[in-house]
């Protein structure tokens, strides 16, 4: 671990010869996050707050899901460390205020320009139908009412709304083992950006 650590140290050192291992990984992460706000440019200064709403809605369905149910008996265990996970915001995140698109204004989009919609950084409210015939684990989460859980519907015909990524509603309309119907009813459309990403200079 302190062969990691120093490692570690030696990386961000080169770019930052101020730079150092606070006491732990999240004040590190959020020593390096004041490093790379922009200082020029489009968001010279930082990046935008979302509206209270907004946060709001993106807190609420974009929790860690637990399972719905657990067996009296677990088959195995397995711990999936989820650190790397992160590494994604190296890629592509969203940054800025979202634009909001109405049904009506992605109906109106071409084919092309919904599945680009859809791949971007992007949140959608949808009615989403599971297909006849499916048989196989649910593709989207829904809300369970009262509670702050999800469960992932699996029975075909079953018929829910949800708020979910744009890859996801991507994932069940474009299904090998059966397209899923959803319904688009509003959705969020944030710039692709890559906050993370190192500035050089």
Not at 68 to 94: C, I
Not at 96 to 123: D, N, W, Y
Not at 150 to 163: A, E, I, K, L, R
């Amino acid at each position: 671990m302190a062969g990691e650590r120093l490692l570690l140290w030696q990386a961000l050192h080169r770019r930052w010869d101020d730079a150092v291992l606070m006491g732990s990984p999240s004040q590190t992460g959020r020593d390096l996050w004041s490093r790379t706000i922009p200082t020029a440019g489009k968001w010279a200064g930082g990046y935008p707050v979302l509206s209270e709403e907004l946060r709001g809605l993106l807190h609420a369905t974009t929790e860690l899901i637990l399972p719905h149910r657990v067996p009296q008996r677990l088959p195995a265990l397995v711990e999936y460390d989820r650190t790397f996970a992160y590494a994604k915001h190296l890629w592509k995140s969203p940054v800025g205020v979202p634009r909001r698109i109405t049904a009506r204004a992605f109906a109106a989009m071409t084919e092309q320009e919904q599945t680009k919609a859809l791949m971007s950084c992007s949140h959608w409210d949808v009615r989403v139908t599971v297909p006849a015939g499916w048989n196989h684990v649910g593709l989207l989460p829904a809300p369970v009412t009262g509670d702050r859980a999800w469960v992932y519907p699996s029975g075909p015909g079953t018929t829910f709304t949800t708020w979910v990524g744009g890859a996801e509603v991507h994932l069940a309309l474009s299904n090998h083992l059966g397209p899923w119907r959803a319904e688009i009813l509003g959705g969020l459309l944030f710039e692709d950006g890559k906050p993370l990403a190192v500035p050089v200079g």
